[in-house]
C-alpha cells in the first residue's frame, strides 16, 4: 500500500477544522503532540521520541496551517503540504520557540483553542506556555474538543492503514507455534513476537504486552519476565503495530501444551462478549450501551472496566467502552471490543478485536476469534 | 544483568530529592510523566504508549511517594517499594483523577512544584490541571529543576544498564552486512535491524531512524522509503533500542559497495570532532565549551546545531551540546557526542558515541569509531 495521504485528504481535514472554529468562534488551533500535528500535515517521523524539543502547529481559521517548528525538521516538514515553515535552533535555553510561536499566533489572531480535555495534554514546558499566552496577547482557550471529535472519525483511506497494521499481527499470530511452547522464557516470547511483526511489515512496534499463568494473568500491562512458559498455561499477546504511522491494537490467547476445560470456557465466554459487542455496536448507539452489552456477559459491573476504546494514530484514542462514557457511535468510527473475565482471584483472561462502525453491522478489522482456545 | 534496581536506589533518589526540596521550601512534587514516575518508583510499562489515561505521583517532603493512578496499574505498583497506592476506574469523564489527586495533595500540603522547564511537559489535560490547582487549594510552582538535575547524574547501576543496551546495539551493528548491500530497499534495512537489535537482547526498539544516499543524507529524522541502497551510498542508522528501560543512543555509516575519498575524508573528521569532544569532555567544563570543541572541527559555527545531549530513561534528556548551553558536566552524567557535518548543500553526515562524565578521562559505553569508513 502507498505511503501517507493524497493533499485532499488533508485539504479536507483543514476544511471540517476550520468549519468548526468558525462556529466556536476560534481565529486558532494551537497543537503540540505528535498525532494532532500529524493529523494537519501529515509529518511523520520517530524523533519525537526524544523530548527535548517542543514543535507547534497553528491551525488558522482560513489558509494553510503553520508550522513553528526547530529547525531540524525543516526538511522533512517542508516534504508535507505545509508551506509557512517556521523554524528556530532547538533546544534553546533562552527562548525555545516561544517569541517564534507568540509573533506567528500574533498574525493569525485569537481565541487561541488548545486541547484541553480527556485524553490530551500539551507537550510544552508549562513555564514557556505561560509566556507564550503573556507574549501573544490573545485570550487562550480549549479548543472544543474540535480535534479529538475530527479524529475519531476515520477516513476511508486511513481505515485502509488500520486494516493493514491489523493484517501485519494477524500474519505474525499465526506464527506464534514458531516461538513459543513450554520452556521458552515470556521475555524471550515478547522480543521474537516483536521480530515477527518487523518480518510481516510492521515500521515499528510501539506496543507489546500480555502475560502467562495457568489461570491468566494478574494484569496486562506488565513487562514480560524470564520465567519459562509450562505446559497448562494460558498466554496473552496484545500488540500496537504500526505501518504507515497507524496502529493496531488486539490480543490473542493461547494454551501452552493443553487447555483446561475452565481455560476453554473463559475464552469462550469472552468470544461470547465480543459477539455481544459486534451486536450493540451499531452508528447511533452510546460507548455505553455497547458496554453493557459485553459487561452483562463477562460480569463484574462497573468494576468490568473499560472494555474497549478508539484506536488510530494512537494505541488508545477518543471513546471508551465504559459504563460512564456516553459517546454516541458514528460510521468511521474504528474501536476495539476489549472484554475481560477474572478467572481465579487477581488473575484475568483478556480478549480483544478492532472494528469499524458503519451504518450497518461493523467491520471487522482484525481476523475474528472462534470460541476455541488455539492450544501451541 | 539482573531487572530493576535494589530498593536503596530508589531510597537514595528520595532522600536527594527531598534535601532539595527543603532547600527550597517545597512541600511536594506532582510528577505525570513516564520517566519522572519511574525515577521515583520504578514503575516500568510499556503502558504509557496509550495516552488515555493519566497518571500521578506525589513526592512529598517526608515520608514515601503516593502513587495516585488508574486502577489498571494497581497490580504492578504494588510490586514496587511504592505502599500507598490510590487508584481510581480510569478514564472517567467526569473525574478522571482530580479529586483523588486534589485531596491527597491537599493531605501533603504545597507549594507544590510541577516539572517545568525546557525539556519537560505536564501529561495531564489543561483542564483537569486547572481543576485540581483549584480543588487543592494549594500554591503551585515550578519544580526548581529538582527532578532534572537529580536525573542528570547517574547511579553506576544505571550507568550498567545504558552500557548494557549500548552493547545490544554493538552487537546489531557488528551484523549489518546480513542485512544491508546494494539492491535493498532503505525500509527493509530499517525493519531488519531493530529485528538485529532484539535478537540481541533489547526489550523494544523505540527509536530508529538513518538515512542513505551518495553524499550522506538530508536529515537524521525521516522515516525510511523504499528506494534501495546503491554501491557508492552512505547509509546511517542512529538506534535507541532499549534494556530494562534505559537507552543507548548512537550511529554508525556505512558506505556500500565502496568507500569514495570524499566520503572517507567527512567520516574521519566526524571521528576527529568525536575525539576532540572525548578530551574536552571533562567534569567542571561546560556544555557550550565541549560544543566548540567539535565545531571547531566540523565547522559551521552555530548553525551546527546540537552536537550531542544527555542520554537515560530518555532518549535524549538534559544538556545539550550547543553554543548556549552552559551546564557544567558532572561526574555521572552519559551523554552523547554528535557531530555532523555538511558533506554536499542540503546533506550531512553525522557521527554519534555514548560516554560517561568520570573524575578524568569520559568512559566510552559505545565501541568507539575508528576513522575508517566501514564498508558493505
Known amino acids: 500500500m502507498s505511503r501517507g495521504f493524497p493533499q485532499a485528504e488533508y485539504e479536507g481535514r483543514l476544511a471540517r477544522a476550520q468549519a468548526r472554529m468558525a462556529d466556536e468562534g ?22 519525537w521520541e526524544s523530548p527535548s524539543r517542543p514543535w507547534f ?42 517569541s517564534l510561536l507568540a509573533d506567528a499566533l500574533r498574525e493569525v489572531g485569537g481565541p487561541v483553542g488548545v486541547p484541553s480535555h480527556l485524553e ?20 487562550f482557550t480549549d479548543d472544543r474538543r474540535i480535534v479529538a471529535d ?28 514458531e516461538i513459543s511452547g513450554p520452556g521458552v522464557p515470556l521475555a524471550q516470547v515478547f522480543r521474537d513476537f516483536q521480530r515477527l511483526l518487523l518480518e510481516e511489515g510492521a515500521d515499528w512496534v510501539p506496543y507489546l504486552a500480555g502475560g ?25 499477546l ?7 504511522g497507524y496502529f493496531c491494537d488486539y490480543d490473542r490467547n493461547f494454551a501452552i501444551g493443553r487447555a483446561s476445560e475452565g481455560q476453554q470456557a473463559a475464552h469462550a465466554r469472552l468470544i461470547e462478549a465480543t459477539q455481544a459487542g459486534l451486536e450493540a455496536a451499531r452508528a447511533g448507539v452510546r460507548a455505553d ?21 478508539g484506536l488510530g494514530m494512537q494505541l488508545t484514542e477518543g471513546l471508551s467502552l465504559t459504563a460512564k462514557d456516553r459517546t454516541v457511535l458514528q460510521p468511521g468510527m474504528v474501536i476495539t471490543l476489549e472484554p475481560g473475565v477474572e478467572t481465579a482471584p487477581g488473575r484475568i ?9 458503519t451504518e450497518g453491522a461493523p467491520r471487522v478489522l482484525s481476523p475474528l476469534s472462534g470460541p476455541d482456545l488455539p492450544v501451541i
Open 26 to 47: 476560534l481565529g486558532a488551533l494551537l497543537l503540540t503532540t505528535e498525532p494532532e500535528v500529524r493529523y494537519f500535515t501529515g509529518y511523520l517521523t520517530r524523533f
Open 349 to 357: 483472561m483478556v480478549h480483544e478485536e478492532n472494528i469499524v462502525i
Open 289 to 309: 450501551e455497547v458496554w453493557q452489552a459485553m459487561a452483562a456477559i463477562v460480569g463484574g459491573g462497573e468494576g468490568a472496566g473499560r472494555l474497549g476504546h
Open 212 to 236: 502467562a499463568g495457568p489461570e491468566g494473568y494478574a494484569d496486562v500491562i506488565s513487562p514480560a519476565t524470564e520465567v519459562p512458559l509450562a505446559v497448562g498455561d494460558i498466554l496473552m
Open 150 to 177: 475530527l479524529r475519531a472519525i476515520k477516513s476511508e483511506a486511513e481505515i485502509a492503514k488500520i486494516a493493514d497494521s491489523c493484517g501485519i499481527a494477524a500474519r505474525a499470530f499465526a506464527r506464534m507455534g
Open 120 to 139: 490530551t495534554h500539551l507537550r510544552m514546558p508549562l513555564a514557556d506556555f505561560a509566556r507564550v499566552q503573556r507574549l501573544a496577547g490573545l485570550e
Open 57 to 98: 502547529l497553528i491551525v488558522p481559521s482560513s489558509g494553510r496551517p503553520i508550522a513553528v517548528i526547530p529547525s531540524i525538521g525543516a526538511a522533512l516538514m517542508a516534504s508535507t503540504w505545509i508551506e509557512d515553515i517556521r523554524t528556530w535552533a532547538a533546544p534553546d535555553p533562552e527562548d525555545d520557540g516561544v
Open 238 to 244: 496484545d500488540t500496537g503495530a504500526v505501518r504507515d
